[in-house]
């Protein structure tokens, strides 16, 4: 059993994280992080996980553990790890985007290598600091990397993806409480989100010119899952583009190619990214789905973890979707 760490446990991610992690049957929680809860039991903030741990929060940290879990907001990571030390054997995952672009992926000498999986299983396998990709960039990349991996995006990207309200994280603002976002759908960042940045830099490494990306993020009026329509232009047959996508993903143990189309339900709760791909004319359409919290970033940070230390990727992450 490896021992963790979880930094910044009061928020979505963080509680993920444990109920994740308290069933997984390689890995047991060494301690939950809060700067706020520290001596509050951790049903206080996750009712959800009332009977199922009687941890507490603290505010101490053991520099030894196993591998320790960033769940702190974006900048905060590296002011974290500046001013507490871990172990040289201490393996971090960091859920932040502090260290996603290359720029930024050397701290004090520690490389932090970017954990998309299905782009990077090997450098993970041998990596000791990742950085977990964002939800939305994993949405999407996951529905573009085969076109560039064969050269098929030379012409424009467009991209419309619709999130749910805890991709804004857990402190509420105008435009995440219940009587703004409930029956509302409204678009923010239009072309300049964050995301794009470190979804650009892995096209790149796999096709050197690409045309531009436009991407609309819009919020969405349900909690969780992100569903994410992408197209471009295409001259090869709807089978041919399937094919692509079948080979790219042929080892990937959570990216399924189908040939139905898709909805969110099938896929929230769980690690997986399901994928639709529709030619009309001459443009092919991808329609990516994944659970922001999970594929989008806990779940993903565990099965980072789980190929960091050579457990199987599925380990602790077979869950079933909530359809019904």
């Not at 009712?47 to 907001?73: I, R, S, Y």
């Not at 859920?95 to 999986?117: A, H, M, T, W």
């Not at 001259?235 to 042929?250: G, M, P, R, T, V």
């Amino acid at each position: 059993m490896i021992k963790a760490g979880i930094i910044g446990g009061s928020g979505y991610t963080g509680g993920e994280l444990i109920r994740i992690l308290l069933n997984h049957p390689s890995a047991t929680i060494d301690f939950v992080f809060s700067t706020t809860r520290a001596g509050k039991p951790i049903s206080s903030a996750h009712p959800d996980l009332l009977g199922t741990t009687d941890m507490d929060f603290t505010g101490k940290v053991d520099p030894k553990v196993d591998v320790v879990f960033l769940c702190l907001g974006h900048g905060n990571s590296t002011k974290f790890l500046k001013s507490n030390s871990f172990s040289r054997t201490t393996k971090i995952i960091d859920l932040s985007n502090d260290f996603r672009l290359r720029e930024d992926s050397i701290l004090d000498g520690k490389p932090f290598v970017y954990g998309l999986p299905e782009l990077n299983k090997e450098a993970i396998q041998k990596a000791s600091y990742i950085a977990n990709p964002g939800c939305f960039a994993t949405a999407i990349q996951l529905a573009l990397l085969p076109l560039a991996k064969a050269g098929h995006l030379e012409n424009e990207v467009h991209i419309n993806a619709v999130t749910g309200s805890t991709g804004a994280g857990v402190s509420p603002s105008g435009t995440t409480h219940f009587s703004w976002r409930n029956n509302n759908v409204s678009w923010y960042k239009p072309f300049t989100h964050q995301h794009l940045a470190e979804i650009k830099q892995s096209i790149t490494s796999l096709q050197d010119e690409t045309g531009e990306l436009f991407f609309l993020p819009n919020r969405g009026n349900f909690t969780r899952g992100i569903l994410a329509t992408v197209y471009t232009r295409f001259e090869e047959s709807e089978d041919k583009a399937i094919q692509l996508f079948q080979d790219f993903y042929s080892e990937a143990e959570f990216t399924q190619i189908t040939s139905a189309p898709i909805h969110l339900k099938q896929v929230v709760n769980t690690n997986q990214c399901h994928i639709h791909l529709h030619k009309h004319n001459d443009t092919l359409l991808m329609t990516s789905a994944i659970d922001n919290l999970l594929k989008g970033a806990s779940g993903q940070a565990v099965q980072n973890m789980n190929l960091m230390f050579g457990f199987a990727q599925s380990e602790g992450l077979k869950l079933k979707a909530g359809v019904y």
